[in-house]
Every structure is written in structure tokens, then in C-alpha cells.
């Protein structure tokens, strides 16, 4: 009949003391208690046995199964509550894991440093669709149909009458339809034209400002954007006021601030002028006023319209727009 029932208990035990992880365990319950395994070939071979040692062979192999199906279910517990246990552990000694941060776009940034310097000289924020009519985009503001200035502004068309806004200006006429004066605001917002170059994209960024009130003259404009640049980059740097022509404003200005690339020397980004054209402005025009019911007798304002992107160029000294549409990781997490 082989090993004694003793000698069997003996030896499970001895391996059982050795096993140090789950699946020896597992191995060992199927060596004794599987179908194949020991004690149940003990079981089976028990009729091989004299009659009268028979019923006692019998009762002891039926406890050593207990006993043994007791012992590995006993043994894997104390496995599982032990790595359960291990696993938690905190090592205080560990360095910490630095969470990584996201950063706002640098043209995001430029354009919410361009809203509070604004909005600490009280002027309100307010906004304008993308997809703008033709007579926002255009007619209210003083360019008829076929008239020569729209050439001035390679235009993205939806439909016949419908543009992708070339500029943030509608937005003057659709807050003066809304609101009597005074009026004080600006608008950012995304712009779109056809033009790529280094200095010029597609897609870009405009600020609109627009002051209306009582006796409102060019030197408040001047007085206005002189704050405001002396603000967003520093009290020393050149700005020249140069005279331009808009439809919507008369007289109308550019306002350019001495190259940062080359201090005024002329480079490829400044076209060899040692100036880079940052703004358009001037006194809102009479028939502006006439289209939105404004007394012209009664107010005057001035608008202004600047390049979001130039500005961060300057502040940033980048000497190509596009960099900042290429999403170069590289380049953006720099700011
Ligand atoms: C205008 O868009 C006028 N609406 C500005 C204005 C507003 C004038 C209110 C008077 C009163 P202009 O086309 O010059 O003007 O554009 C204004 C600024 O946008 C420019 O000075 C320049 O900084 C920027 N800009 C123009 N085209 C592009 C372009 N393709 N890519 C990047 N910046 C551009």
C-alpha cells in the first residue's frame, strides 16, 4: 500500500513549511488532495487493505484530507494578507513625482496681458462672431460694394454675403447698435485673411478698441495707445504715428514700434524699415456714427485695431510669425 497515512501528513507538512508563495501551495493541494494525488490514491487503494485495518485507514485518510485542505487554504490566506500588506507600504524615503503642468499658448498670453491693461483703464470686454456678414464685416463700415479699399483685405468668402471677418472692426458698429454712448471697449478675437508670409498668416489675432464720448480728440488716441505700449513692453520704446487710410476712421493713423530685431537698423522682419507696423487707428468715422443712429454732432471716438502677433514678435523678439502656428513644443513651452 506504500507510505503509512502518518508518513503522508509528515511529509506534506515538511513541503507545505517550504512553500513561500501561491502557487507552490497550489502545486501541493493538487499533489495530495487532486484527483491523482495522494491521500486520494490512498482512498482509493484502501480496499487493497486487510478487512478489519480498513474502516480505521479510512477515517484517518478522510481527517488528513481535512486537515490538509484546512492547512493550504490556511497557508494561502497568510501569502495574501502578507503581499496584500507589503503592497501598501508607503516608502516616505521616495522622491515625490513632479505633476507636470500645462501652460497657456504664448499668443493667449499676449492677448490677456493686451485685455488688462485695457481693463485697468476702463474699458469693458466684449466679443463678435467669426463668421461675419458683409455689411458688418464691410458695408457699416464705410467700404460700399466694389469699392477699391475691400482689395486691402484678401477675403475669405462663405457665401456671397457672408465672409470669414477680415477684422475684429465689426464689432464697433455691432456694440453701437446695442449700446449709447459713452462707449468704451475692446474685443479680441480671431481674424482671417488670405496672405502667408513671414510677417503675415491666415489665421491671427486682433484686439479692437473703441472709445466713444463727449469731446473725444486725437490726442485721447494717441494718449491712449502711448500708455498702452509703453505699458506692454517699456517706457523707452519708440512708437511713431504714421498717417494711413481706413474707410471707418478719418483721420486714420498706423502705428509702428521701432524693430526689436534690429533696433531700428532694418532686417528681413522690419522689410529693411526699421519699423514694424503694429496697429491701425484713427477717429471713427461720421458716416460710421450715421449708420448706427449716433448724434455726430453730439459725440466723437476713436477706434483702434492691433496684430496680436506682431506684439508677441516684438515682446518675444521671434522674427516669424508662423512659429507660433507650427506647434513646435520646443518653441511654445519657451514662454
Ligand atoms: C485693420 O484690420 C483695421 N481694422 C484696424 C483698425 C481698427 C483701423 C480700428 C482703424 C480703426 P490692418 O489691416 O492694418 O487694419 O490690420 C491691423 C493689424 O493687424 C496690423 O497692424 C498688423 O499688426 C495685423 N495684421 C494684419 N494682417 C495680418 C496678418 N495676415 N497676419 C498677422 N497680423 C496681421
Known sequence: MGKSIEQIKDDAFKSLETASDPESIKELSIR??????????????????PPEERPGAGKKANELKKILEAAFEQALERLETEAAATGDRIDVSLPGRTASQGFLHPITQIS??????????GFDIVEGPEVEQDFYNFESLNFPKDHPARDMQDTFFVSDNIVLRTHTSPIQVRVMEKRTPPVRVIAPGKVYRCDSDLTHTPMFHQVEGLLV?????FGDLKGILTTFVHRMFDEDISLRFRPSFFPFTEPSAEVDILCVMCRGKGCRVCSHTGWLEVLGAGMVHPAVFENVGYDTDRYTGFAFGMGVERIAMLKYGIDDIRKFFENDFRFLRQF
Do not use: E, H, P
Not at 495530495?32 to 487493505?49: E, H
Not at 493686451?114 to 483703464?121: E, G, L
Not at 464720448?213 to 480728440?217: L, M, P
Open 32 to 49: 495530495y488532495l487532486g484527483r491523482k494525488g495522494v491521500v486520494t490514491q490512498f482512498l482509493r487503494n484502501i480496499s487493497a487493505l
Open 112 to 121: 490677456g496681458q493686451i485685455s488688462d491693461i485695457f481693463t485697468q483703464m
Open 213 to 217: 464720448d463727449k469731446n473725444v480728440s
